[in-house]
């Protein structure tokens, strides 16, 4: 299964700054991130042929993979009896019908679905969410992150606090993509996110670092606390249910943990910590804490 989506193809769509369409779609997570695509007709379809309105030119997309169709005043998604399916905020998708703010996902691409009075002007905050958001687990993205330790960087240092950084990796990730496919890659570093995130104070900072890699930034907390933390972390994933299309995948993570020492100079500094340490508890074995 091809990892990549490409959206070679798009009929009946023009530059956003030439319509005031009052429905659209926007692309959170794909390669044309950012994409406006105005909902104009009755009916538009999906799919990977070259005769849909939108067409994803991609292995995971059924050449008629699903449409969107006008009843009234609503729209309803409607999936074509795709081979992998079309989902609605993560839950599998036969006729529903769409509202303002959902998640559509054909394939490898993600949608975000607008609906209201003044679309432009919620697509252009959806852009700046973009900025910051991670498109596929909805959780900060690493521009984020950085932004965020920078100031807490500066805060402790300034003022003799702790601060600690938590890495973590999901082991053999390739081997589960390999195996079990793309989409279901996504679907386990969805549904990490969302395991994790009901974990994290709102002092606290969660961010999905790159690929498989997520970052947790803790201020204020002790060696003992943080060390206490990041085992938590771990034993919750280890024992977390990762179901997906009647498959279950066992999933765990390498964890590493960096704490703030006078001799940092940079927030940098501290990432590299956590993540050396994360490197050394992979080459120890995985699915255990170091640092």
């Known amino acids: 299964m091809d990892a990549k989506t490409r959206i070679t193809t798009v009929k009946g769509i023009v530059d956003a700054a030439h319509h005031d369409g009052q429905v659209c ?115 900060p993205n690493k521009r984020y992150l950085l932004e965020y330790l920078e100031r807490e960087f500066s805060r402790a240092r300034r003022y003799g606090r702790n601060l600690s950084c938590v890495m973590l990796d999901i082991d053999r990730f390739k081997h589960v993509n390999d195996e079990f496919g793309h989409l279901t890659g996504d679907y386990i570093l969805k549904e990490l996110a969302r395991a994790i995130r009901r974990r994290i104070r709102r002092e606290e900072m969660f961010a999905r670092f790159g690929g498989e890699e997520f970052c947790i930034v803790l201020p204020e907390s002790d060696h003992e606390a943080v060390c206490e933390f990041a085992n938590t972390i771990r034993r919750l994933i280890e024992g977390h249910v990762f179901e997906f299309e009647n498959s279950r995948i066992p999933v765990t993570v390498s964890v590493g943990i960096g704490h703030l020492t006078s001799d940092m100079k940079d927030p940098i500094e501290l990432l590299k910590a956590a993540d050396d340490q994360l490197y050394q508890a992979k080459r120890a074995g995985r699915n255990r804490v170091c640092g």
């Open 25 to 139: 779609l926007v692309v959170i997570y794909g390669t044309t991130l950012g994409r406006k695509y105005d909902l104009t007709d009755d009916v538009v379809t999906l799919g990977r042929d070259q005769s849909n309105n939108i067409v994803l030119d991609v292995d995971s997309v059924s050449r008629r993979h699903a449409r969107i169709e006008s009843f009234g005043k609503d729209r309803f998604l409607v999936d074509l009896n795709s081979t992998n399916g079309t989902y609605l905020n993560d839950i599998l998708a036969v006729r529903e019908k769409l509202k303002n703010g959902d998640l559509v996902k054909v394939g490898d691409t993600i949608f975000k679905y607008l609906a209201g009075a003044n679309i432009e002007s919620a697509y252009h905050e959806e852009i700046y969410t973009m900025t910051v958001t991670d498109g596929l687990t909805q959780i």
